[in-house]
């Protein structure tokens, strides 16, 4: 996953001595970067805790899936979907904590119901197509990403790069998932990478320079 990242440096390092009118100050992550400003302890917490528990939730809970992990995907998406009918200027925390709530709510009802016929097949047809799965959460999980640089649809050489490391991590952690038949793997490694690189944000987070 590591080389993932150097690749990528290592790409756009050539497209800037090749296209030196190449501008790459239109793809910034400014909402991320106003949280930052505003508050570094909750852009720390949504990067370690809420994020990974979040997407892994929504990408790789499909991949060879028990019931369960089928609950967690449902409660995934409509939690992610919530999001678009939250106000903006809610405090974060407290936006990710009733839809946390909610979540776990929905998640108990859904236990508590009796898989049915068609839910059965679609747990086994998952299983059986766990590669096609796989890669496609992993695509998907790059591509979503492409909203944190700009608003709307568009797609470019500059995106897919940008993205380029978020799919090989979703490949990772789909990887690790299968590994371990857990989904707190994936979940933890998420959590280690995006720690990583909050951790050597510190300086920025805190305004030590």
Same mark, same amino acid.
């Given at each position: ?79 992610? !979907?919530?999001?678009?009918? +939250? ?8 936006? &990710? %904590?009733? $839809?946390? #709530? ?30 096609m799965v796989w890669w496609l ?20 050489? !500059?995106?897919?790069?940008? +993205?380029?490391?978020?799919?090989i991590a979703g490949y990772f &952690? %789909?990887? $690790?998932? #299968? ?31």
């Amino acid at each position: 996953m590591l080389g993932a990242y150097f690749l990528f440096f290592f790409l756009t390092g050539i497209l800037n001595s090749f296209l030196p009118n190449l501008d790459l100050s239109k793809y910034q992550q400014t909402e991320l970067f106003n949280l930052m400003d505003e508050s570094p302890f909750t852009f720390i917490f949504m990067a370690v805790v809420i994020a990974p528990v979040l997407e892994e939730s929504m990408f790789r809970t499909l991949i060879k899936p028990s019931f369960t992990e089928i609950y967690i995907f449902i409660c995934a998406i409509l939690a992610f !979907i919530s999001l678009g009918f +939250i106000p903006l200027e809610a405090h974060a925390l407290l936006k &990710f %904590g009733i $839809i946390i #709530l909610s979540g776990v709510i929905i998640f108990l009802f859904l236990q508590s119901l009796k898989p049915s016929t068609w839910f059965r097949k679609f747990r086994i047809f998952l299983h059986r197509n766990y590669r096609m799965v796989w890669w496609l959460s992993a695509i998907i999980f790059g591509v979503v990403h492409i909203w944190n640089y700009v608003e709307g649809w568009q797609f470019d050489l !500059i995106l897919f790069l940008l +993205i380029f490391p978020r799919i090989i991590a979703g490949y990772f &952690f %789909g990887k $690790i998932k #299968l590994e371990n038949h857990s989904l707190l793997w994936p979940i933890a490694m998420h959590a280690m990478n995006n720690g990583i690189v909050a951790f050597f944000m510190l300086p920025k987070l805190f305004g030590i320079y």
